[in-house]
C-alpha cells in the first residue's frame, strides 16, 4: 500500500488538483482525501508532473492537505 501526503495543494471547485511536488507515484485509481475532497473520491488521470484529475469537485478553491493512498505506479 502506497502513501503520500501532500501539504499545500491546490484544490478548485472543480476536478483538478495542482500544485503537487510529484506525481511520479501517483496513478489512476488511487484514493483522495483531505479537506474539501467529498469521501470516495479517486484520481480519474495524472496530467503532468505537478497535477491530477480527480473523480469529484472539491468543494472549495484552497491551498490543503490531500493524502492520496493505494498501489503505486
Given at each position: 500500500?502506497?502513501?503520500?501526503?501532500?501539504?499545500?495543494?491546490?484544490?478548485?471547485?472543480n476536478t483538478t488538483?495542482?500544485?503537487?511536488?510529484?506525481?511520479?507515484?501517483?496513478?489512476?485509481?488511487?484514493?483522495?482525501?483531505?479537506?474539501?475532497?467529498?469521501?470516495?473520491?479517486?484520481?480519474?488521470?495524472?496530467?503532468?508532473?505537478?497535477?491530477?484529475?480527480?473523480?469529484?469537485?472539491?468543494?472549495?478553491?484552497?491551498?490543503?492537505?490531500?493524502?492520496?493512498?493505494?498501489?503505486s505506479a
Amino acid at each position: 500500500m502506497f502513501l503520500l501526503v501532500e501539504d499545500n495543494v491546490a484544490t478548485h471547485t472543480n476536478t483538478t488538483v495542482d500544485s503537487i511536488v510529484s506525481t511520479t507515484n501517483l496513478r489512476a485509481g488511487m484514493a483522495v482525501s483531505g479537506s474539501g475532497i467529498p469521501a470516495g473520491t479517486y484520481i480519474v488521470s495524472v496530467d503532468s508532473a505537478t497535477a491530477v484529475t480527480i473523480s469529484q469537485a472539491a468543494t472549495a478553491s484552497a491551498s490543503v492537505t490531500v493524502t492520496f493512498t493505494g498501489d503505486s505506479a
